[in-house]
Structure formats: C-alpha cells, structure tokens
C-alpha cells in the first residue's frame, strides 16, 4: 500500500472518530429534553432534568400560611449517557409576567450513567408572600445542561 | 450514460429531499415548532430550502456523474462542504430563539466541528490524488532480458 493511501486511510479514520464524538456530545442534552416526553415508564436517555417532578412538589403554594419559610424541592437530574455532564437549576415565581422571587441555583456534577437529586431551597420571604396574596402564581426556571466542557445549552422556562 | 443517470437521478434525490420534503415537513409541524423555535414566514423558508435543494442537486450532479480524480468531482466535493455550511448555519440561526435568553455556548464543540471539516476536506485531498494515480498510473519501464 503507497503512502498516500495509507494516510488516505487514517484520516478516514480519525474523521470518523471525531465525527461520532460529535454526535454524542450533541444528542446527550436532545435525548434528555426529548425521552421523558416519550419514555415515561421506562429510564429516559441523555442529560436532562426531570421537570415534571416539581409541580408534585409545590402544594405548599396552596395555602397562603405555610407558604413563607423554606422548602426543599428535589428534583431528578440524570445521565444516562457515556460522556460526564453537569446539570443545573433554579425556579421563579412569576406574577404578571415579573419574576418576584428567584432560587439560587442548585447544580450536580454527573459522571457517565450516574443520577442524582438537585436539592432547590425555595424561602419566600414574608414581603413576597404578601404580593402573592390573591395573584395567580406562575413557576419558571432556568436549566443549564453541560455535556463536558464541549456544550453547554441553557433553557429558560415556560417560553 | 449510467454515469450521467446517476448524477441526474442524485441531483433529483437532493433536491426532492432537501427542497421539497424539509419545508413541507417544517411547514406541517409548524404548530408544534413555534412554541420552540420563531420560524420566518412560510413563503421564506420555502425560497431558502428551493434554493439550497437546488445547490444541493448541482453539487450532487457532478460528485455523481464525474468519477473520483475529475476536477468537476472534485468542484462537487467541495461545492458540497460550502452548501453544507450555509445550510446548517441558516438551520442553527433558528436555534438561540428556541432556548430562551441564555442560548447555546457550544465552544468546545465547534472545535471538534473544525476539526472534523479540517479532517474530511483533507481525507478529500489525498483521496482524489489517489484516485488520479490510479487512473494514471506511471509507465513501467522497460525490461530489457538479457
């Protein structure tokens, strides 16, 4: 075999390789957005944050006495992916469309196949709850998902 | 003639494909998408798949009915890797709206993508050498029996 078509063959190859670390780096945080929509009984793919867990969670907000003080929120992340990630957090209260209270985020290294619980302290103070009173309270957030130090997509909820 | 069907018949596919099914696709799903992604009007979107499809069929014309070590190959190669750009920059334009303010830091990964392009167009280069010295392969001397 000549030496350019050996070359030929190794570049063939690494471009390959790279070609699939693309796709890999890229589906993690699309799987992780896009499984638990569709696989609700089973594990969900990729890098992502279990959402649908937090409106369990906010009962308290039913009841205008146990709302101010903290409560913990714990939500899902997962990483059922081979590349190690990063996940990361944090809920609003939205009344008319202005943020009155944000969280501090709360974020999770996660190595490959590895889940974990992103622990949100939510304490409303007592000034917040009080423009609370008879308002209709939205929840957003804002989620980071990091696949390694290659990407990093950040999604601000509800759109 | 099979050369020039292939290529007639790849520039159809490509432009079927890329011209005619994505924006009839993106146009069907387009109550699902705008709550993602703030598309441009239909007749806009339209017009850009009708004309990357179309450059897409000029590039797969001649990568199909020229053979590997022809210039016209090689104008296709590369005419394509150009198409591929704009076409995936036009696509990733539509992507910061659909994450909200934050958007997409993706530096690590457009290095991999640099690479990988630099990667394929060199894979490309030695490829049609090789395949211009298979064509053409040097006379053998002759041999004189003594």
């Known amino acids: 075999m000549n030496g350019i078509r050996?070359?030929?063959?190794?570049?063939?190859?690494?471009?390959?390789?790279?070609?699939?670390?693309?796709?890999?780096?890229?589906?993690?945080?699309?799987?992780?957005?896009?499984?638990?929509?569709?696989?609700?009984?089973?594990?969900?793919?990729?890098?992502?944050?279990?959402?649908?867990?937090?409106?369990?969670?906010?009962?308290?907000?039913?009841?205008?006495?146990?709302?101010?003080?903290?409560?913990?929120?714990?939500v899902t992340a997962?990483?059922?992916?081979?590349?190690?990630?990063?996940?990361?957090?944090?809920?609003?209260?939205?009344?008319?469309?202005?943020?009155?209270?944000?969280?501090?985020?709360?974020?999770?290294?996660?190595?490959?196949?590895?889940?974990?619980?992103?622990?949100?302290?939510?304490?409303?103070p007592s000034s917040v709850v009080s423009q609370l009173q008879g308002q209709r309270v939205g929840i957003g957030g804002t989620m980071s998902l990091a696949e390694g130090q290659y990407w990093t997509i950040t999604v601000s909820f509800p759109q | 003639m099979v050369k020039l069907a292939k290529g007639i018949s790849s520039a159809a596919l490509r432009f079927v494909v890329i011209g005619i099914a994505f924006p009839y696709l993106l146009e069907y799903f387009s109550p699902t998408l705008s709550s993602y992604v703030q598309l441009p009007p239909a007749d806009q979107v339209w017009e850009a798949f009708i004309l990357f499809g179309a450059l897409y069929a000029v590039t797969g014309f001649l990568q199909n009915a020229y053979s590997k070590g022809d210039y016209p190959w090689l104008f296709g190669k590369l005419g394509s890797g150009v198409v591929s750009i704009a076409f995936f920059t036009y696509i990733f334009l539509l992507l910061p709206k659909s994450v909200g303010s934050a958007g997409v830091q993706s530096t690590g990964l457009l290095y991999l993508i640099y690479l990988e392009v630099a990667l394929a167009y060199v894979y490309l280069v030695l490829d049609f050498y090789d395949a211009r010295r298979s064509k053409n392969p040097k006379p053998k001397e002759p041999v004189v029996a003594v």
């Open chain 1, 6 to 74: 050996a070359a030929k063959y190794v570049v063939r190859a690494a471009s390959l390789v790279v070609s699939i670390l693309i796709m890999v780096v890229v589906a993690g945080p699309i799987l992780g957005a896009v499984s638990p929509q569709f696989l609700t009984q089973q594990q969900p793919l990729g890098l992502g944050i279990d959402l649908n867990s937090i409106n369990s969670q906010l009962s308290f907000f039913h009841n205008s006495s146990t709302l101010a003080g903290p409560h913990d929120i714990a």
């Open chain 1, 78 to 124: 997962f990483n059922n992916w081979p590349l190690p990630g990063s996940a990361s957090l944090l809920l609003k209260l939205i009344v008319n469309n202005q943020t009155i209270y944000q969280t501090q985020p709360a974020s999770l290294q996660l190595d490959p196949f590895q889940s974990g619980q992103l622990h949100i302290s939510m304490d409303v």
